[in-house]
């Protein structure tokens, strides 16, 4: 599935609810909020959180079909560390750390500040030979601090949908490769990075932020709609 389905599985729901129109800048805002929303969710909200219970009821920690789902935003790259101070920033696309070893495929331990004085002056691992990083504001605080370097892998965010259009006779015409003059947004086309059943839940929540709330399985029958008739 790629945007331009997207937008016309989002057009023939809004047209089935006799809902009025939904113009290109407004899908572009609506689906990628969703999607940060559907990422949110994955990733383990804030607001699944209960008292006495430490775990969201999804997170992409907690099984493997979570994880699989969020395969294509986990990246990896190598931190290069300060020697002096011991800091690396952020990659630019970073959202959340999932692991961070060595070069000689050792464990970096995660600890928060309130805790680094245990670790830091630990005799039972040495952070010599059992390093540790902190999250600051603006990158990673490794200790020790001579590490060098390290590698991380992460989940990004994911790169804003974008449905791009050439206006032709005063409608919009989906522009599936150009950039540039004519084309609207200029940056061109952006394709979503999920597998079609993650899409479906975005076009969902898309849905319901214009004010649809659909069945289950309503948004899968829609889709299969517009491939049949080609709307």
């Known amino acids: 599935m790629n945007v331009n389905d997207m937008y016309r599985i989002c057009q023939f729901a809004v047209n089935k609810a006799q809902n009025g129109y939904l113009t290109p800048s ?5 689906i990628n909020q969703a999607q940060v929303s559907y990422q949110d969710y994955l990733l383990g909200e804030f607001q699944q959180y209960q008292y006495g219970r430490p775990q969201a009821r999804v997170s992409y920690s907690q099984n493997q079909n979570v994880r699989q789902r969020l ?7 190598t931190l290069t560390i300060n020697g002096t101070s011991g800091q690396s920033p952020y990659p630019v696309d970073y959202l959340q ?34 390093p540790i990083y902190l999250l600051e504001p ?20 994911a790169p804003d949908i974008v449905w791009a259009y050439t206006t032709v006779s005063g409608r ?34 898309a849905l319901k932020l214009i004010g649809l ?19």
């Open 71 to 77: 395969t294509p935003l986990i990246a990896e790259t």
């Open 138 to 157: 603006t990158g990673f605080q490794f200790y020790p601090v001579t590490l060098g370097s390290a590698i991380l892998t992460y989940v990004k965010n």
């Open 26 to 30: 407004e899908f572009n805002l609506v």
């Open 172 to 205: 919009p015409v989906y522009a599936a490769t150009q950039t540039g003059v004519g084309v609207t947004p200029t940056t061109g086309t952006v394709q979503p990075v999920w597998d079609d059943v993650d899409l479906l839940e975005i076009i969902s929540r």
């Open 97 to 130: 750390t999932d692991a961070i070893i060595t070069p000689a495929f050792k464990r970096v331990r995660y600890s928060q500040q309130d805790t680094l004085y245990s670790y830091y002056n630990s005799e039972i691992d040495p952070i010599a030979t059992n």
């Open 213 to 231: 709330n659909l069945q289950d399985g309503q948004v899968q029958q829609y889709a299969n709609q517009v491939t049949q008739i080609g709307q």
